[in-house]
């Protein structure tokens, strides 16, 4: 029987029991990191082959390595070490969720350390005359499919100064090599079945360990240590690393290597069968208890057995059906008998009364998603992994640009936001390097990308330059080193424009505006001309040429003036603009008049023509059939290596590129991003092989292999009518419907649409709720179209419908058509048209028995879905037919929430849709969160489980995280039974939830008497008085000497970071791995700050702009509120491989580099700064190592406007912004006082300095 609760610690060792107390650091359950100091060498139980199973190994001696118990999924590996007269065996079993990933090739060993790899530390005969020291490489060659051992003998410099190891042993070489091959040492790998992991099995012969040859004897030892590496999912780059079996904590982990006096203890022990893995199993265990302890304390017991391990929700409820307290959610229990514990409180902590209560317990295996499709995203994978977020297209905008040069070939996108604005690809569609920044037009010369941007993040129009082959930024060569050459003209005014660069100059040339000269290497402007009736600019083999009104190409000197009429064609109406082929056989110009491309020799003759002329409506293509080689807005384009054309359709409702041969056949089509956070998409619930997304019907890849090329969806039909909404389509009595439910963001109108015979969703049903106030409140109306002829006929609009929108939601439409409004008025269908329109009757709404008060706030709320029994929710109130009634806790808003744990709902705002018929539990429904999370819930309040991932935390960037903001989503039922997913992201993702057949559920009776309750209340009492505390105010302390690096990232001392100043911790709550300590001090001249950061993946920041390092991943932050000055910020990063200190103020007389921030649909809220800078007085130490860095910042007073001779205080706060798993995007952020900093997916939010939230900061005299 388990019983979860707390109990003393015992553990197991070799020789018997002994408590924890008295354990030496090996053994100690209060350091999170495994720590281990000796590994017994156990005798090998018979005959060993060397195929990386371990069915003749004996495994009880094996130690566990880790820097975090929590991650032990992720980065750990078990070390077991058995001998016999031949010679050492050495086995690594490795947790690694991209097993043997290593992109060493053997000629490059000394890189292996960079992913998949291990490496041991070994010494025979230590400080003997027989001594042999070896660094023993252990990896896989990806490339080369071949495993590696590769020995290194003695220390690592072959003349003094040495370092610990010593001296190089030359002699050692020449008689051992390089290798144990010739001596008969072996290595095999082996990937375990899961995918989740491998076994590296290596066989050591005495004849090459030892000088003597001979094995050692039992209780003889050599010194081991171990390093073991983990790389990222294409083996390129280091992702974790662990040192352990070490001598003591002291020793330095990131120079192990060479920290000979460090490494540990291997010792030949002459029995095996030993307790020492199981000690090591619940070690690990008891330390997990600090990160995450499912165990529940009370005075009310509750018993119940499970017929297998699963994950178990607990709730109670009064004799009357009232859900009283939701004990917990998705807890890991064992199989058989347990029992948890209630404290006699409910949800608010206040004591219930004696009496008879319900207590519902359900349990399930630990469900599971599986990826089966995506659409609308031509990324591989179409989700942010570790070697990048390469994420296909704009997410607010649609293509505008190609442009090529050798086999280069480059796509732009405008309105981006963490998408991509430039991508470098492949003749395939493989994107090589991104950039996330917005762009009407890129050009290239050999060495740099020139982008040419209406930049609505910033409110510039902008010129940037980047490394052609790594994408990376590059500066400008100015003074002030800027990313930027801005151009004398406001963003808004810019509606298209064109950039081509010859030799050293750049021209941009805006359409309405002007034609510009920059120098190339600067960004200086060295002229601006008038151009009249030029519309585009291209460079083409050093020629700069220009598109005209009247139709003409033109060569164009360096002020934009034609010198030479290359053709002109009468067939042009609205021409755009245009392409040279890179042989200079081919012009091709785009006309968005007719939606065509017409391709001309260099005589003017038209040769080619792709798309059929017609006019579009409302910007969008013809409802009906969609014909693939038709065009919608074509814009930008140009001719690659082979004569093909790559094209861009500027259109929000088809955010399509396509590729063609010169002859005008359609090669390929390249589709994305979906629109933010894929809220344009309506799943086909009857038919999981379609998808409608942004209007578009596709039929889905039927053959998907998203990680490695670009889904082959076909596009099928246009709905113009579901373009710009969301929603579902049903099938009901014969018809399909598409019904726009729960909508967009403050969709203040739902659409019932049926397919009509040319297959096209054309509304028939429309309801306008009312709006607007006083004397502009317009009355709410439905339109029903009784005839299907599209028009609103007499007698077909009925007004009086008052209904109140959710923000998130425009009410909820169940498969039978019946509708419910956010407020939960219920209107059901009164009857059929002969064609199948539904008509209701609005003004006599149905007022459900089982109503609730409806919550509408938009920042902690669900939103209402009722299924067919009638029962209602919004994934956090319920109420049933039969009467039960209650709500799970929600207690924290969008951004103050503490980090994920099992059972809590965070930050939750939409409910995705019901599915019915879900074993022993009945309806379900899955509500989003805006940290990442969904949250599956049944329609009577359970708690199932959490799916995706939140953003803060450890995360796994794949098929699973979704990201913030991920407002999309549905989930329901298919025709084939499966419960389908649909997650908010960057494409619409096809998911299957498994695992819910496996649900159980048992109902029990208990009885609760006052002892009891009163016993919980002490209980509780105790818990609340336990926690970390933050000080309320902290202090600038004056020291006579302030440091001068950075101290030991890896120390767990509680020692102060700058002695003689008081060093302050910061939790993340819920989340103890995720902490730094920081301490302020100053002398007569500088302020100095130190952090002292807890992070499994340090020091990475991807943002390629200084002025936005706030969003690109790691940094460490500092704000204050300065007398005299105003709100200021200093915020340490590093930038493009440099420690950089970043310097913003909200005002100043003097202004430098002066930015706005500001998304483009909601200018309200942007954010202007007076100088956004690189200071450049201040200086910065880091110090990086295996499971954190640190960081000192020292920086002149005068340059913060702080005279410490002033009797002051200041306001402020200190915190870290933390990186995801790639480095390239901030997932957390984490401030000492201010706790409503969790937004890390708006940028202008992020830039915001809010002093009204800061804490006091005193200056010490």
């Known amino acids: 029987m388990t019983v979860y609760r707390k109990a003393a610690l015992l553990l197991l060792s070799a020789s018997g029991i002994f408590f924890a107390s008295s354990l030496p650091a090996q053994g100690d359950a209060?350091?999170?990191?495994?720590?281990?100091?000796?590994?017994?060498?156990?005798?090998?139980?018979?005959?060993?082959?060397?195929?990386?199973?371990?069915?003749?190994?004996?495994?009880?001696?094996?130690?566990?390595?880790?820097?975090?118990?929590?991650?032990?999924?992720?980065?750990?590996?078990?070390?077991?070490?058995?001998?016999?007269?031949?010679?050492?065996?050495?086995?690594?079993?490795?947790?690694?969720?991209?097993?043997?990933?290593?992109?060493?090739?053997?000629?490059?060993?000394?890189?292996?350390?960079?992913?998949?790899?291990?490496?041991?530390?070994?010494?025979?005969?230590?400080?003997?005359?027989?001594?042999?020291?070896?660094?023993?490489?252990?990896?896989?060659?990806?490339?080369?499919?071949?495993?590696?051992?590769?020995?290194?003998?003695?220390?690592?410099k072959s003349k003094p100064p040495y370092d610990g190891t010593g001296p190089d042993r030359p002699d050692q070489l020449e008689k051992y090599g390089t290798t144990m091959e010739k001596f008969g040492g072996e290595i095999a790998f082996q990937e375990w079945e899961d995918g989740e992991g491998y076994n590296m099995e290596a066989f050591w012969p005495w004849s090459y360990l030892r000088t003597s040859g001979e094995p050692l004897e039992p209780g003889e030892e050599f010194k081991f240590g171990i390093e073991a590496?983990?790389?990222?999912?294409?083996?390129?780059?280091?992702?974790?690393?662990?040192?352990?079996?070490?001598?003591?904590?002291?020793?330095?982990?990131?120079?192990?290597?060479?920290?000979?006096?460090?490494?540990?203890?291997?010792?030949?022990?002459?029995?095996?069968?030993?307790?020492?893995?199981?000690?090591?199993?619940?070690?690990?265990?008891?330390?997990?208890?600090m990160f995450v302890n499912y165990e529940t304390e009370g005075s009310i017991p509750i018993q119940y057995t499970l017929e297998k391990e699963g994950e178990v929700t607990i709730a109670i409820d009064n004799a009357n059906g009232e859900r009283v307290r939701n004990l917990f959610g998705q807890f890991p229990r064992e199989a058989g008998e347990n029992t948890d514990f209630w404290d006699g409180l409910d949800d608010q902590g206040n004591p219930v009364a004696p009496g008879e209560y319900t207590v519902t317990i359900v349990d399930h295996e630990p469900f599971e998603l599986q990826i089966l499709n995506s659409v609308y995203n031509a990324a591989t994978p179409p989700w942010p992994t570790d070697t990048g977020h390469k994420i296909w297209g704009s997410n607010h905008g649609y293509p505008t640009t190609a442009a090529t040069r050798g086999d280069t070939i480059l796509l732009g996108f405008t309105g981006t936001e963490g998408s991509s604005g430039l991508m470098n690809i492949t003749s395939d569609g493989l994107i090589q390097w991104n950039d996330s920044y917005e762009l009407i037009d890129v050009t290239l010369d050999e060495k740099y990308a020139y982008a040419f941007s209406r930049d609505s993040w910033i409110k510039q129009t902008v010129i940037r330059r980047y490394n052609l082959e790594t994408g990376d930024l590059v500066l400008f060569e100015n003074d002030d080193k800027s990313p930027n050459s801005v151009l004398p003209i406001e963003n808004e005014e810019v509606k298209d424009g064109t950039i081509a660069v010859i030799g050293d100059q750049v021209f941009v040339f805006i359409r309405g505006n002007s034609f510009y000269r920059l120098d190339a290497s600067t960004g200086a402007l060295e002229g601006q001309f008038e151009a009249p009736g030029l519309i585009a600019v291209d460079d083409r083999n050093g020629v700069l040429r220009g598109l005209f009104e009247d139709g003409s190409i033109r060569v164009l000197n360096e002020e934009g003036k034609p010198t030479e009429v290359v053709f002109q064609s009468d067939k042009l109406q609205d021409p755009v603009r245009f392409a040279l082929s890179q042989d200079g056989s081919t012009y091709a110009i785009s006309d968005q008049a007719t939606n065509q491309v017409f391709l001309f020799n260099p005589q003017g003759d038209l040769v080619q023509t792709i798309g059929s002329p017609y006019e579009a409506k409302d910007g969008k293509r013809p409802a009906g059939e969609f014909v693939q080689e038709d065009l919608i807005r074509p814009l930008g384009l140009d001719f690659d290596s082979d004569g093909n054309l790559w094209l861009a359709e500027a259109s929000g409702t088809c955010r399509r590129i396509t590729h063609w041969t010169p002859d005008?056949?359609?090669?390929?089509?390249?589709?994305?991003?979906?629109?933010?956070?894929?809220?344009?998409?309506?799943?086909?619930?009857?038919?999981?092989?379609?998808?409608?997304?942004?209007?578009?019907?596709?039929?889905?890849?039927?053959?998907?292999?998203?990680?490695?090329?670009?889904?082959?969806?076909?596009?099928?039909?246009?709905?113009?009518?579901?373009?710009?909404?969301?929603?579902?389509?049903?099938?009901?009595?014969?018809?399909?419907?598409?019904?726009?439910?729960?909508?967009?963001?403050?969709?203040?109108?739902?659409?019932?649409?049926?397919?009509?015979?040319?297959?096209?969703?054309?509304?028939?049903?429309?309801?306008?709720?009312?709006?607007?106030?006083?004397?502009?409140?317009?009355?709410?109306?439905?339109?029903?179209d009784l005839n299907e002829n599209g028009e609103q006929d007499p007698g077909e609009v009925v007004e009086g419908f008052e209904a109140r929108l959710h923000y998130w939601s425009n009410g909820w439409m169940r498969p039978d058509m019946t509708f419910i409004t956010p407020d939960q008025q219920v209107f059901r269908v009164q009857e059929f048209t002969?064609?199948?329109?539904?008509?209701?009757?609005?003004?006599?709404?149905?007022?459900?028995?089982?109503?609730?008060?409806?919550?509408?706030?938009?920042?902690?709320?669900?939103?209402?879905?009722?299924?067919?029994?009638?029962?209602?929710?919004?994934?956090?109130?319920?109420?049933?037919?039969?009467?039960?009634?209650?709500?799970?806790?929600?207690?924290?808003?969008?951004?103050?929430?503490?980090?994920?744990?099992?059972?809590?709902?965070?930050?939750?705002?939409?409910?995705?849709?019901?599915?019915?018929?879900?074993?022993?539990?009945?309806?379900?429904?899955?509500?989003?969160?805006?940290?990442?999370?969904?949250?599956?819930?049944?329609?009577?309040?359970?708690?199932?489980?959490?799916?995706?991932?939140?953003?803060?935390?450890?995360?796994?960037?794949?098929?699973?995280?979704?990201?913030?903001?991920?407002?999309?989503?549905?989930?329901?039922?298919?025709?084939?039974?499966?419960?389908?997913?649909?997650?908010?992201?960057?494409?619409?993702?096809?998911?299957?939830?498994?695992?819910?057949?496996?649900?159980?559920?048992?109902?029990?009776?208990?009885?609760?008497?006052?002892?009891?309750?009163?016993?919980?209340?002490?209980?509780?009492?105790?818990?609340?008085?336990?926690?970390?505390?933050?000080?309320?105010?902290?202090?600038?302390?004056?020291?006579?000497?302030?440091?001068?690096?950075?101290?030991?990232?890896?120390?767990?001392?509680?020692?102060?970071?700058?002695?003689?100043?008081?060093?302050?911790?910061?939790?993340?709550?819920?989340?103890?791995?995720?902490?730094?300590?920081?301490?302020?001090?100053?002398?007569?001249?500088?302020?100095?700050?130190?952090?002292?950061?807890?992070?499994?993946?340090?020091?990475?920041?991807?943002?390629?702009?200084?002025?936005?390092?706030?969003i690109g991943g790691d940094a460490v932050d500092l704000q204050l509120d300065v007398p005299g000055r105003g709100p200021i910020r200093l915020l340490v990063a590093p930038i493009d491989g440099?420690?950089?200190?970043?310097?913003?103020?909200?005002?100043?007389?003097?202004?430098?580099?002066?930015m706005t921030y500001v998304v483009s649909n909601n200018p309200g809220n942007a954010q202007e700064f007076d100088v956004v800078k690189i200071l450049k007085d201040a200086k910065v130490?880091?110090?990086?190592?295996?499971?954190?860095?640190?960081?000192?910042?020292?920086?002149?007073?005068?340059?913060?406007?702080?005279?410490?001779?002033?009797?002051?205080?200041?306001?402020?706060?200190?915190?870290?912004?933390?990186?995801?798993?790639?480095?390239?995007?901030?997932?957390?952020?984490?401030?000492?006082?201010?706790?409503?900093?969790?937004?890390?997916?708006?940028?202008?939010?992020?830039?915001?300095?809010?002093?009204?939230?800061?804490?006091?900061?005193?200056?010490?005299?």
């Open 1181 to 1261: 130490s880091v110090n990086q190592g295996m499971l954190g860095y640190s960081v000192l910042l020292r920086v002149p007073l005068k340059d913060l406007g702080i005279d410490p001779s002033l009797d002051q205080d200041l306001t402020g706060i200190v915190g870290v912004i933390f990186s995801d798993p790639s480095g390239t995007n901030r997932v957390s952020r984490l401030y000492w006082h201010d706790k409503n900093t969790g937004m890390v997916s708006d940028v202008p939010s992020e830039a915001k300095l809010n002093p009204k939230n800061w804490g006091v900061i005193g200056i010490a005299d």
């Open 229 to 289: 590496m983990w790389g990222n999912s294409d083996g390129t780059k280091l992702s974790h690393r662990l040192a352990d079996n070490l001598k003591n904590d002291q020793v330095n982990r990131i120079f192990f290597f060479r920290a000979r006096d460090g490494w540990g203890r291997a010792v030949i022990s002459e029995e095996g069968d030993l307790a020492i893995a199981r000690a090591q199993e619940e070690l690990q265990a008891e330390r997990l208890k």
């Open 664 to 784: 005008g056949e359609l090669i390929a089509q390249f589709w994305g991003a979906a629109d933010y956070g894929a809220m344009a998409g309506f799943p086909l619930t009857y038919d999981s092989n379609r998808f409608i997304a942004h209007g578009v019907e596709f039929q889905l890849d039927p053959d998907p292999d998203i990680e490695n090329r670009p889904t082959q969806e076909q596009p099928l039909f246009f709905h113009p009518a579901l373009a710009k909404t969301r929603g579902l389509v049903y099938e009901f009595n014969g018809y399909e419907y598409a019904v726009s439910v729960p909508g967009y963001n403050k969709q203040r109108y739902v659409i019932i649409a049926k397919r009509n015979d040319e297959g096209v969703f054309t509304p028939v049903v429309r309801i306008d709720y009312p709006s607007g106030r006083g004397d502009d409140r317009e009355p709410g109306k439905i339109w029903t």
């Open 834 to 1110: 002969e064609g199948g329109v539904p008509v209701y009757d609005l003004n006599q709404p149905e007022i459900p028995e089982n109503h609730f008060d409806p919550d509408f706030r938009s920042s902690r709320s669900g939103t209402i879905v009722m299924d067919l029994e009638g029962n209602l929710s919004d994934g956090i109130n319920y109420s049933t037919v039969d009467g039960k009634t209650g709500s799970y806790p929600n207690p924290y808003g969008r951004h103050d929430a503490p980090a994920a744990s099992r059972g809590l709902l965070i930050a939750p705002f939409r409910t995705n849709g019901v599915v019915e018929d879900v074993p022993e539990v009945g309806s379900v429904t899955a509500i989003g969160g805006d940290r990442g999370e969904w949250f599956l819930m049944t329609m009577d309040g359970l708690f199932l489980s959490n799916l995706f991932q939140d953003i803060k935390g450890d995360v796994t960037l794949d098929e699973t995280y979704l990201g913030g903001e991920s407002f999309g989503g549905f989930i329901w039922r298919d025709e084939n039974d499966r419960i389908l997913l649909q997650p908010g992201g960057s494409s619409y993702r096809i998911m299957e939830l498994l695992g819910s057949e496996t649900i159980e559920k048992e109902v029990k009776t208990i009885s609760v008497n006052e002892e009891q309750i009163f016993k919980g209340i002490a209980l509780a009492e105790k818990r609340a008085a336990e926690g970390n505390v933050e000080p309320e105010a902290l202090q600038i302390a004056k020291v006579r000497k302030l440091p001068q690096s950075a101290p030991e990232a890896d120390t767990r001392s509680n020692d102060s970071l700058i002695t003689g100043a008081e060093t302050f911790r910061v939790q993340e709550a819920g989340d103890p791995t995720r902490w730094f300590r920081a301490a302020l001090a100053r002398d007569n001249q500088d302020l100095a700050v130190v952090w002292q950061v807890n992070d499994t993946n340090p020091w990475k920041n991807g943002e390629k702009q200084f002025t936005h390092a706030f």
């Open 1138 to 1154: 440099k420690n950089t200190v970043i310097y913003w103020q909200k005002e100043a007389e003097n202004p430098q580099n002066p």
């Open 30 to 156: 209060s350091n999170p990191t495994s720590n281990n100091r000796e590994i017994t060498v156990v005798p090998a139980p018979g005959e060993v082959v060397i195929d990386g199973e371990t069915s003749d190994w004996d495994l009880s001696a094996s130690i566990w390595s880790y820097n975090d118990p929590t991650l032990v999924g992720k980065y750990s590996v078990w070390t077991s070490l058995m001998w016999d007269e031949k010679g050492i065996y050495l086995l690594g079993r490795f947790h690694d969720i991209s097993s043997l990933q290593n992109g060493t090739r053997g000629k490059d060993f000394m890189q292996s350390w960079r992913s998949d790899a291990m490496q041991t530390r070994v010494i025979f005969e230590d400080g003997e005359e027989d001594e042999h020291q070896m660094h023993i490489n252990l990896f896989y060659s990806t490339p080369e499919e071949t495993p590696y051992m590769i020995v290194k003998h003695g220390g690592f």
